[in-house]
């Protein structure tokens, strides 16, 4: 299936899928490699990513790592703020995303044109971002996940198999999310969210039965745990394992995939259309 998204003048098409480069404006991500301290080196990371082939940039202020401490959210707006700014002003006509579940960090960046919403709780951490989210007529990026960051590895268990609860989960979150006027919306499963490894690798390879909602498909596993772990080494060496695990989710209906490495995603989504085309 394939969709358009639309902000203000812009039109993205996912009839191939794209990639989202993530910029990490934090000192404590899981992998260091992400992390950025300046806003000079923030530039500098958004112009090679868009210059790989990322056609998103995604921009966010703090950790949700497994057991990170939240920030406030004013301290996360005075990370924030000024990255998106500069991105912006720099590169006018690139689609950038917000990665908050505060409803005021979008709220304070509201006049710097950003495009889409990217909120990790699907508006349960912050009751306010639905209506502010609709008020701004963003692009919303709905996760699931099990609990808060710091808590959210201990014990995960779901009454059904985990792509059967997700489904329930994005039905009845759409369909909310939808009464607030947003319509535009993308579903992340939230791997890693909540979910131990065997549960990632399931939901990984029945991604399809999210298809039937009717909206575009993030995934987000880019050097995360359930890759390292299993291959028993750090985010650091995990690059060949997401690109293995990236072209799984193409097959199985990702139409945008969140990535620390663009060139990588973009070269793997090149040879997977190759393959859907002979």
């Not at 992390?35 to 082939?53: E, H, P, T, W």
């Not at 995360?224 to 394992?241: C, F, R």
Request: glycine share 8%.
């Amino acid at each position: 299936m394939y969709y358009t998204l639309e902000s203000g003048d812009k039109i993205l098409s996912l009839h191939s899928p794209q990639v989202m480069g993530i910029l990490n404006i934090t000192p404590d991500s899981f992998y260091a490699g992400s992390r950025v301290d300046s806003i000079q080196a923030v530039v500098d990371k958004a112009g090679q990513m868009l210059n790989d082939g990322a056609a998103l940039l995604d921009i966010g202020g703090q950790s949700t790592r497994p057991g990170s401490e939240p920030v406030s959210a004013q301290e996360e707006l005075e990370r924030v703020y000024p990255a998106v700014e500069a991105v912006r002003e720099a590169f006018p006509a690139t689609w950038i995303s917000i990665d908050t579940y505060y409803a005021s960090v979008v709220k304070g960046c509201s006049k710097l044109r950003f495009d889409i919403v990217n909120d990790i709780s699907s508006g349960e951490d912050d009751k306010d971002m639905l209506n502010t989210v609709s008020h701004g007529r963003w692009i919303y990026i709905a996760m699931h996940k099990l609990g808060m960051p710091k808590t959210m590895q201990e014990n995960p268990t779901y009454g059904e198999p985990i792509q059967e609860a997700l489904f329930t989960y994005f039905l009845q979150k759409t369909r909310q999310i939808r009464k607030f006027g947003i319509k535009q919306i993308i579903l992340d499963p939230g791997f890693g969210f909540g979910k131990t490894l065997d549960q990632n690798y399931q939901l990984l390879n029945r991604l399809k039965r999210l298809q039937s909602l009717s909206a575009p498909i993030l995934v987000g596993i880019s050097r995360k745990s359930m890759i390292y772990n299993l291959l028993e080494t750090t985010p650091e060496g995990a690059l060949n394992g997401t690109s293995v695990l990236h072209l799984a989710a193409l097959q199985n209906g990702a139409n945008l995939l969140r990535t620390h490495d663009v060139k990588e995603a973009v070269e793997t989504i090149k040879l997977y259309n190759k393959l859907r085309e002979v």
